[in-house]
């Protein structure tokens, strides 16, 4: 069981815009350590996708944006394409600086 | 191109040892904090091992303390993890991960290597 819940699985058409969630607790996220956000294709390395909850990395196109409140955080992907179909993953910290991470949200492109 | 290429993964039985390595290139090793990551089948990823960019500063996961040990040598550009008696739920695939400059997260990660223990 992962520190950070996320829903196990999203879908949505091309075009569409979908949201993941990723709740942890006064531990963690609502302690105040930023959560990142990681895109994960199977066999190949994940890519950092939001960095200190709502910022992109160069290359990263503003489809994708994180936000955070309290003890949770969300990333929204608007304009869905058949390519972001992978894993997401959000990720934090805890009061010992361990990195935490989510069980992982699989994203269908219907 | 920034690069990280873990090796060192395969089959060994509970109590054996590995280990595991990470080739760095396209950047300046030396500067960058590291992690280990991994992430067993079926499951979300899970916090290892980091290492400061001069080895001085090194903390382990609860589950792993006493059995890996992380090092680092920054004139090869090399990370490594010491795996010792290994247990059937360190099963799993193992990354290696850059920490970017704060606020970054990891921002560079290699393809993993697995590591399976089994009888």
């Known amino acids: 069981q992962s520190v950070l819940t996320q829903p196990p699985s999203v879908s949505g058409a091309p075009g569409q815009r979908v949201t993941i969630s990723c709740t942890g607790s006064t531990s963690n996220i609502g302690a105040g350590y930023d959560v990142h956000w990681y895109q994960h294709l199977p066999g190949t390395a994940p890519k950092l996708l939001i960095y200190a909850n709502s910022n992109r990395p160069s290359g990263v196109p503003d489809r994708f944006s994180g936000s955070k409140s309290g003890t949770s955080a969300s990333l929204a992907i608007t304009g869905l394409r058949a390519d972001d179909e992978a894993e997401y993953y959000c990720q934090s910290s805890d009061s010992s600086l361990s990195l935490v991470f989510g069980g992982g949200t699989k994203l269908t492109v219907l | 191109e920034v690069q990280l290429v873990e090796s060192g993964g395969g089959l060994v039985q509970p109590g054996g040892s590995l280990r595991l390595s990470c080739a760095a290139s396209?950047?300046?090793?030396?500067?960058?904090?590291m992690h280990w990551v991994r992430q067993a089948p079926g499951k979300g990823p899970v916090w290892v091992s980091r290492i400061s960019s001069d080895g001085s500063i090194i903390t382990y996961a609860d589950s792993v303390k006493g059995r890996f040990t992380i090092s680092r040598d920054n004139t090869k550009n090399t990370l490594y993890l010491q795996m010792n008696s290994l247990r059937a739920e360190d099963t799993a695939v193992y990354y290696c991960?850059?920490?970017?400059?704060?606020?970054?997260?990891?921002?560079?990660w290699g393809q993993g290597t697995t590591v399976s223990v089994s009888s």
């Open positions: 396209g950047f300046s090793f030396s500067s960058y904090w």
């Open positions: 991960a850059r920490k970017g400059p704060s606020p970054y997260g990891l921002d560079v």
